[in-house]
């Protein structure tokens, strides 16, 4: 039996991993892929989520996890007039592979066991345990008093449970040689809604120049794209030579209300599963403070699963604050946002 199982072993599942190992439960992290693994993502790093590193890791993030240009300067945002507007800030460049598998081996050293390539498949709670089942070349069952559900956009777990389907938005972006008349120190995101149907994005990756963006309908991903490069070449000097990846990936898309969902019982949801995800598909500083807050609540309330629940609650509300100022600010700047400005 052990003491909490972590789904999911992203910026989330580890952060939740280690604050629990450290009080000296017995944690295990389950993640489905091969770690190191792949995870799309622009992979920019805001002073938060640097300062979040420092604070629940007690290092700063390793060289190792770092691509060129190692340092962002901040997000360039264009509204749907095509204005530009310059928001300054101290921010890191790193590749998600490497930076959450340095994560999580901190939880790891933090006394915390990993089972990669192990999938969670269901899970039935009782009123003193919580049985999640699991595969790993066979199907097999273990046993948990709490299970923290930090599977990021598709969770199978919390679809189950809840019985619901997620509203997904669709990404798309490439890895290109070639060159651009832009400062490689920012994110770039377009709000303008011939370019997307949420945001289009352009930033460097150890000299690629990654493109892309983000649809409610796949049918329509394309052409979006196809706009967006046209759009780039001529306002920006973009001429690609080589395109080296395409890759496709899946976001929550965040609905007017701004809804999060924290579990219930002795299963918790926490990051993108929850519906932590601020504006521009910035997710990691909430994936980390969510999954801190509710290791803390469990580990503070570990005898009084409803207590645990509140905890979580009152612990993230001034997170669900900053995210939904946030996405006001941006209903400011696009009329794809427009929803969310009656809504918060
Ligand atoms: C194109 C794109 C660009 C982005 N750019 C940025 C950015 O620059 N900065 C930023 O802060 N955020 C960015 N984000 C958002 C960010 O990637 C996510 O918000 C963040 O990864 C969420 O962390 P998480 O730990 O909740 O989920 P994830 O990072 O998705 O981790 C979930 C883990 O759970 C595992 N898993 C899933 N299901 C199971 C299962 N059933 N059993 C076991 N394991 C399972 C997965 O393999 C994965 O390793 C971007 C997202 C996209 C799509």
Redesign the pocket.
Request: charged fraction near 15%; proline fraction near 2%; charge should be negative.
């Given at each position: 039996m052990y003491d909490v199982i972590v789904?999911?072993?992203?910026?989330?599942?580890?952060t939740a991993a280690k604050a629990l190992a450290d009080s000296g439960l017995k944690v295990l992290i389950?993640?489905?892929?091969k770690l190191p693994?792949y995870?799309?993502?622009?992979?920019?790093?805001?002073k938060k989520?640097m300062d979040l590193v420092q604070q629940y890791f007690g290092k700063a993030v390793p060289a190792s996890a770092m691509c060129t240009p190692n340092d962002n300067h901040g997000m360039i945002l264009t509204d749907d007039n095509g204005k530009a507007y310059t928001f300054e800030q101290e921010g890191l460049n790193v590749w998600?592979s490497s930076f959450?598998n340095w994560l999580t081996e901190k939880a790891v050293e933090a006394g915390a066991e990993l089972r990669g390539c192990?999938?969670?498949?269901s899970c039935e709670q009782s009123a003193e345990h919580i049985e999640l089942r699991l595969h790993f070349d066979r199907t097999y069952t273990e046993k948990a008093r709490y299970v923290i559900d930090?599977?990021?956009?598709?969770?199978?777990?919390k679809r189950k449970v809840l019985g619901t389907t997620p509203e997904f938005i669709t990404?798309f972006?490439t890895f290109n040689e070639g060159k651009i008349d832009l400062d490689l120190h920012y994110?770039y995101a377009y709000l303008q809604p011939e370019l997307s149907e949420y945001d289009a994005w352009f930033n460097v990756k150890d000299e690629m120049l990654v493109l892309?963006v983000?649809v409610k309908e796949t049918n329509k991903m394309l052409r979006y794209y196809d706009n967006f490069i046209r759009y780039m070449t001529e306002n920006h000097g973009l001429a690609i030579t080589k395109t080296m990846k395409r890759e496709r990936?899946?976001?929550p898309r965040i609905c007017s209300d701004c809804k999060l969902d924290y579990g219930m019982g002795r299963l918790f949801f926490?990051?993108?599963?929850s519906g932590f995800?601020n504006p521009m598909?910035?997710?990691?500083?909430?994936?980390m403070e969510s999954?801190h807050s509710v290791a803390l609540s469990v580990i503070e309330h570990f005898n009084v699963p409803a207590s645990v629940l509140d905890d979580y609650k009152k612990r993230t509300e001034m997170l669900k604050v900053y995210m939904q100022r946030q996405w006001h600010f941006v209903s400011g700047m696009s009329e794809t946002f427009g929803e969310m400005r009656a809504a918060l």
């Open positions: 789904i999911g072993a992203g910026p989330t599942g580890a389950v993640e489905r892929m693994r995870k799309s993502c622009s992979g920019v790093l805001i989520s998600r959450d192990t999938s969670a498949i930090c599977e990021g956009v598709t969770s199978v777990i990404t972006q994110f892309g983000a990936w899946l976001m926490a990051g993108e599963v995800l598909g910035e997710g990691i500083s909430a994936g999954g």
